[in-house]
């Protein structure tokens, strides 16, 4: 057996695949029979030996954190390699002969390769989940009209969609909860003694609700969306946070002095707030104004010389001047870079998919042809709709790929070529139809339908990877203004759950149809959506989230030395020999359980007598 060389990054599911050969000397032929029928026994003697074994637990091997590799195309490691990625030591090199495989399983390798192609596919969230060790508290510091909420409702969408679990905590919602109807400016006087008991009683636990959630592990990143304007409150939320819970804290502070734009916030944003439902404008400006005067007169903006303990961002009129201090860790990094990029002009962006290609009529995914008759008029069509638009300083983006390119060809205006708006790879199922995929490779098929944002593709791409690809475009969009996007169906998906703030679920089913334009103008807390179909007929190439997922069934029967996946905390899953109690034979995995150890998972013997397998 050849190995390639793993690439190891301390991420336990970036395996290199073997190349199997085999040999029908029979002398070879037994040997590797009997390699194959002993390795949980070697297995497990070696971590037993290292006395790695803490604790172990029964589970069935149908409750592991999500399927094996969809094909169950064979992975194979070495001890130095398990060494870098786990910490192990298994003392032997895992063996797999494919003269001893079922037919059935037999049947689900290329036919045509000796090579296994497939990549594991990852954990929800594992580019960047795996990276928040620690719990974070975002807080939020400025006056009233600052856009605190704006940046809040920002930054958690944009942590959410590169797998960061986020969660705004909006003071002002747990205030309206605890109060009758707002009835003035009033409210909010430094002397009025009932007010201020029920704001610091409502801050209080809106600071306690964003602790618990991140204690619960429901999350790694909690906005505390409130003003947080004196020292001493933000001194409070530094002894919870950090003294108490050991997280870590980084303050981001709104500071705006332009009348134009605070005006422009109360407006837009505050008009149509609970607090002023069915008021005047006017009233409603001249009784916020008055809000934030009281505010004002409290009003300590975070200093670097008496409070030089904390981290913080300072932003100054809506991204014209940005101050860093203490800037610690992976996550903040991200966040200011993030932020940094953002801006509140207004703007449009275009989404829009290439014209119809030849592909798209024969019903092929991937792959990199011309547009059909139809797609050549939708490229008219486009080129007259964005002419009459009068979209001023319009820039134009695509793809690599033909079809993209000769969406644009007439469109009048500066354009630029991204490869990361470049299809999602399907790897070996590239030029093929689903029905050519489902027919050639079963297990692949549902097991994407298990989990389409996870799956990755036969020597392809998973949805999560095209997020990761797709995340400078992101922040490149961010820093324009009018852009008109052509892409294909995956990469607009993932811009469109962006814009949209859609969950990893919903990501991999939204609807963009082939010739029609969507227009997004974001506004306050969001992005208003347009859909606009130009009336050119096109194919439809969107497939439904099925109701009724494929066979689940792992079928590892004739299998062994499989190294099947990491279970979402950094263990290492390997799947050993198992004694099949339905049919006798020698199998890995027949029908036993799986013994969880801290280390690894080794199969057991018969399901029935609940024991682990030579441990």
Known sequence: MQRRKSDTTGQVSKWRFATIKEDNSSADLERRKSDTMSQASVVAAAIKNQSLVRSVTATSIMDMPFNTSPSLRVRTTSLNQLKKTADLAIGNELHVCPSVMSDELRKLLPPTSETVMTKPFPVRGE?????????????????????????????????????????????????RCATTAYKSHEFFRADNEEAMAIRNRCANQALHDSCEWLLSGLGSVAVFDA???????????????????????????????????????????????????????????????????????????????????????????AGKKTVVYNNEGHVESRIVYYLMNTHITPR???????????????????????????????????????????????????????????????????????????????????????????????????????????????????????????????????????????????????????????????LPYLFVPLHTVIKLTPVAYGCKVEHIKLPIDAVDTHRPKPKIPGDVSLGLDGLSGELVAPDGVGKVLIVGDDVNAANGSNRAMGNGLAVVTEGVVVGSKDAAKNNPAYL
């Open 127 to 175: 580019r960047a989940i795996t990276d928040v060790t620690t719990p974070h508290v975002i807080a939020m510091v400025g006056l009233p009209a600052r856009g605190k909420t704006f940046i809040s409702k920002k930054l958690a969408r944009y942590l959410n969609w590169i797998g960061i679990s986020t969660r705004v905590f909006n003071l002002g919602e747990y205030r």
């Open 227 to 317: 003003t947080n304007s004196t020292l001493d409150r933000r001194q409070l939320i530094y002894d919870t946070v950090v003294k108490q819970h050991n997280f870590r804290l980084f303050f981001v502070e709104s500071i705006c002095d332009d009348p134009n734009i605070i005006e422009q916030n109360i407006k837009e944003v505050k008009v149509s707030s609970p607090d002023y439902y069915n008021m005047n404008t006017e009233l409603v400006v001249r009784d916020f104004l008055q809000r934030i005067e009281h505010y004002e007169e409290r009003y300590q903006p975070i200093d670097e010389e008496t409070e030089s303990h904390l981290s913080f961002l300072k932003i100054y009129n």
């Open 348 to 506: 449009t962006i275009y989404l829009t998919r290439h014209g119809e290609s030849e592909h798209n009529l024969k019903g092929l995914i991937g792959g990199d042809s011309n547009l059909s008759e139809r797609g050549r008029q939708y490229a008219k069509a486009l080129s007259s709709y964005i002419e009459q638009q009068h979209i001023d300083g319009l820039r134009v983006w695509t793809s690599w790929m033909k079809r993209a390119i000769q969406t644009v060809a007439d469109v009048k205006a500066p354009q630029e070529r991204w490869k990361a708006l470049n299809e999602i790879d399907a790897g070996h199922c590239e030029e093929m139809t689903y029905e050519q995929i489902k027919e050639k490779f079963p297990e692949e098929f549902k097991a994407r339908d298990l989990n389409k944002f996870a799956y990755r593709y036969p020597r392809g791409e998973s949805y999560e990877d095209l997020v990761a690809r797709l995340e400078p475009v992101i922040m490149e969009l961010e820093r324009q203004g009018n852009v008109l996007v052509v892409s294909h169906q995956a990469v607009l998906r993932c811009l469109f759950a962006y814009f949209l703030d859609k969950s990893a679920d919903e």
